[in-house]
Structures are given as C-alpha cells and as structure tokens.
C-alpha cells in the first residue's frame, strides 16, 4: 500500500495539533487543574488553563463560538468536497456515510486518504470550515478572548498543497446568508441536541453487500442507447454530466503532461493518453482479474449502437492479496430521461448483484468510433467514482474502469480494444491538476462456458435496442469486404468459450440482429 497514489514531498509534515480529547461524559471543567497562583484570565480559571491543544469541539460548542447543526462542516481536498454534520457533543457525522468521528483531525485524516491512499495526516483544524471559515481560527479567536495576555500561536499549517482559498459555491453561500466569507466568530444560542439519525444518499441497500448503493444521490443511469447518452454517467453518480453526442469528428489524444492546470475552457471531451505505473516508479497499488464472459457481454453491448454505452462490474475484492476480481458485466438498459425505467434497471442491477454473492467494483462505457482512452470527463467521473466505493468502508477498495472502443479504425484488427484504467490523484502540491489516467495490468481468466445469464442479458439487449434509430445496421459494410455483423462475430471470437455447445445459441441473437436492423 505505500506505493499508492500520488507522493507529497514534504506534504505530510503538518503542524497539526491534535486536540485532547475527554473521557466521553467528563466536563470539561472538571478535567482542568487550578491554576496554583490564583490569578485568573478574562474568562476565567478554565481559560487561564487550557492550552490550544486542549480546545476542542466541545469547549467552542459550550463557549456559544459554534453551535451543532447540520451540513455546517466542509474539507475541500484535491477538487473533492466532504461535507459533515456537528453534533452538540462535538462529533462529526459524514453525511456520505453517516460515520461518526470524535474530533476534525480524525475526518480529516480519513477523507483525505479516500482521496490519496498515501496521506498521512488530516491537518484537521486548518482543513475542516465550519460555515466557510476554518476551525483553527475560531480557536484563534476562543484564546483571544479567554487569554487576551498569552502570546499569539502560530496558526496551523494546511499540508502542502492544500486549497487555500474558499471554494467558489462557498462564497456564494456566504454571500447569499450575509455573512463574509472570514468574519470574526461570534457567539451564538446553543440550540437543543439534534437527533442523530445517520444521513445517506445512497439509495435502498440491500443487506450484506457491504457496498455503496447503486443510486447516490437521486442520479439515475444515463441512456446507454441514443444521441445525447452521458459519458460515464452511472447510476451511482451524484452529478449529471454534460450531454454526450455522437462520436462525429476524430479527437486527438494528448498527453497527460501537457494538461497542466484545470482549464473550464478546455474540452471535456479530450481524450488523454494512459500512463503506466511503471513511467512514474511505481507499482500498481492491486492486481486485477477478469473473466472473458464480462468481455465478451461488455463488448456486445458495445457494437450494438451508434452511441455510447455504461454498465457496471460485479465481483470481489480480497484485501489479503490485494485482488480484484471481476466476474459479471450488468449492461445498463435505460434510455436517457426516463428515471421511472432507470430506478426499476438500478434495482434489478441491485438486487442480482446482492443474490450472486458480488460487490460493485467498477464500471464501463464505450467510446463507439474512438479510441479506448479516457477523456477529461472520463477522469474526473472515474475519481468520484473511486471515492464513491472507498466511501462506504473504512479499508481502500479499488474501483476499475473499463473503456471498450469496438468501431474505431486505428484498432490493429476486428477486435475491440478494451482499456482498462484508473485514476491516480494529483501530487498534493498540485492539487488544481487533473487526475492521472493510470493504465491498469490486467489478467485474463477464460471461462469454460457461457454461463445463461450471459445468453439471456444478451437477449434482452438486442430486444432493447430494437428498432432505435442509433442501432448499428449490421448487413451494412463496415470495412470493404466485412459487414458490422462480421466485425461484431471477429471481435467476440477471441472472448467466446471453447466449449461449441452454445453455438447455435450465439447464431440465433446474431439472426435476431439482422432482423432487428
């Protein structure tokens, strides 16, 4: 695991004070000492006594500097933003997860690490706002006014790298309240204990998978078959996309080195070369597996249309030999718009996945007439979706991306080339960078047969797309002397089973295909 994500240099060496906190019940007041000489600052014995270390949660809370409430605590951290509840003991809940943390350095530390395996400390008090402004400077402010005479402590460093500067939609919220986006802390009413009830975005879980939900966030699965589908847009995504076309005119890799800094006029449709692990020193962080009936189903799926397509990965991860193994492709049939289909799609994929005995662990999308490389839009999606899956534990899981480039012309042959990738973060010091497209080692496990489940989803795909407007016209040509049809049976032949017995089968939905088109 220390070879995972990004190195921060000198990043990790934060002035982080961790707070000390009390036996859970204990007053505060009652933990402090007298002062022995009797002399007392504004404020009081207890202010006299308490060290910036020993402020915590609960003394600004019980001082009226904060008050519990919820959504009021924020990190921002490499373009990701966690949002957190304050409890009126001082508790932080996750709102992605409803995890409960004691005190800022503790969430810090460990949403950062969602982000960047290998963080090492959280900076909390310098990281997490409450209502825009950083903790540590309403701790500034708590000694200003208990101990006016002590000397000013140096405020905590964030980590290298860290974003400095308030987030845009933060500052328009503090404008939109009336408040500056630095004010001064005041006191305010403590009002009573909210109840504690975990919040989750997540759509219905079934239970024991263990696994963030399918739906997050109300977002519903993006048409995988018509002009406009999103690009990478699942179902487990809290943000919509922009609308994705046809592929219609070549676009140019680049280079990840030449992207620099995030630009909002750059194209998210521009695709970036993968980098393998390898070129930058280090070593793939898991090890991959994955069965060719989840090639072969993904790139079926894939031929079928003009547009692009999404799915998920079904499979499982052992955290003792750092696999991941993927076992099941689940084909998202869905038209762009309808959330009525798209909630009964998010349920089914749910609900097999959970009778199968299988965790999500990733996802695909195809790129028709382009090549399987990711595109800014691609990158970025991927990050979130990373997060989404290590959100929901503890330990880090790894969530694989799979690009599937089944009609473009520059692939050495009829097969479809299909990407695996994921996405590195930026190094710390560079934090308004992209993510790095990371080309994934994977190994291929060939199945003995084609298991029903295989035969049936490819089934209902070829009755799905029946009679779209974008589904691919396989007796046309493709190439001078091969029809679609063609190149949809040389692509499959190298992922099908040796086993013949399902042949005929394979011969009936490709019959069913030339009828359907």
């Known amino acids: 695991m220390a070879a995972l994500a990004a190195a921060s240099p000198g990043g990790d060496e934060c002035l982080e004070e961790d ?48 008050e519990p409430a919820r959504g009021v605590l924020s990190i921002y951290y490499l373009g990701k933003k966690f949002v957190g509840d304050l409890g009126a003991d001082g508790t932080i809940t996750w709102q992605e997860t409803g995890q409960v943390f004691n005190s800022p350095s503790a969430w810090a530390t460990h949403c950062k690490r969602l982000v960047n395996p290998a963080k090492k400390s959280g900076c909390g008090w310098a990281s997490v706002r409450y209502k825009g402004q950083k903790l540590d400077q309403y701790k500034a402010a708590w000694l200003r006014k208990h101990q006016p005479n002590a000397p000013p402590a140096e405020e905590s460093l964030a980590s290298e790298g860290e974003e400095e500067e308030m987030p845009e939609d933060e500052e328009e919220e503090a404008t939109r309240e009336g408040r500056a986006p630095v004010p001064e802390p005041t006191a305010t009413k403590k009002p009573e204990e909210r109840s504690k009830k975990q919040q989750c975005k997540n759509l219905a879980e079934p239970a024991g998978m263990g696994k963030v939900a399918l739906g997050g966030g109300g977002g519903v699965p993006r048409d995988p078959g018509q002009p406009g589908s999103s690009d990478g847009a699942l179902c487990f995504a809290d943000h919509g996309p922009p609308g994705k076309r046809l592929e219609s005119k070549p676009r140019v890799p680049v280079r990840y080195c030449t992207l620099g800094t995030r630009d909002s006029a750059r194209n998210p449709q521009t695709l970036v070369e993968v980098t393998s692990f390898a070129a930058i020193n280090k070593f793939q962080p898991f090890n991959v597996a994955i069965s060719s009936n989840v090639l072969l189903l993904l790139d079926f799926h894939s031929h079928l249309t003009r547009s692009e397509v999404v799915g998920y990965l079904g499979g499982r991860w052992d955290t003792n030999t750092q696999l991941l193994t993927v076992l099941r492709a689940f084909p998202c049939r869905t ?41 800014l839009h691609d990158i970025d999606a991927q990050m979130d979706y990373q997060l989404k899956l290590q959100g929901s534990g503890n330990g880090f899981q790894p969530c694989l991306a799979l690009i599937c480039g089944p009609y473009y012309h520059g692939n050495p042959g009829v097969e479809s080339k299909i990407a695996p990738f994921w996405v590195m973060p930026p190094p710390e010091q560079r934090p308004n960078d992209y993510g790095i497209p990371m080309d994934v080692e994977v190994a291929y496990i060939q199945d003995g047969f084609l298991t029903n489940d295989v035969l049936q989803e490819m089934t209902l795909l070829v009755e799905f797309y029946k009679g779209a407007p974008d589904l691919v016209k396989f007796q046309e040509l493709w190439s001078q002397d091969q029809t679609y049809l063609d190149k949809l049976k040389g692509s499959l032949a190298s992922r099908t089973p040796k086993d013949q017995s399902f042949t005929h089968i394979l011969e009936q939905i490709y019959s069913l295909l030339k009828l359907s088109s």
């Open 335 to 375: 038209r762009l718009g309808d959330a009525e289909a798209a909630g009964a799609v998010e349920e089914e994929i749910c609900q097999s996945l959970f009778l199968r005995g299988l965790s999500l662990v990733g996802w695909y999308h195809s790129h028709p007439f382009g090549p399987a490389l990711p595109s």
């Open 19 to 66: 707070e000390d906190e009390l036996e859970p019940g204990l007053d505060e007041a009652e933990a402090e000492p007298e002062t022995g000489s009797g002399t007392k600052a504004a404020g009081g014995t207890r202010g006299a006594v308490l060290t910036r270390r020993g402020i915590t949660l609960r003394v600004l809370l019980r001082d009226g500097l904060l």
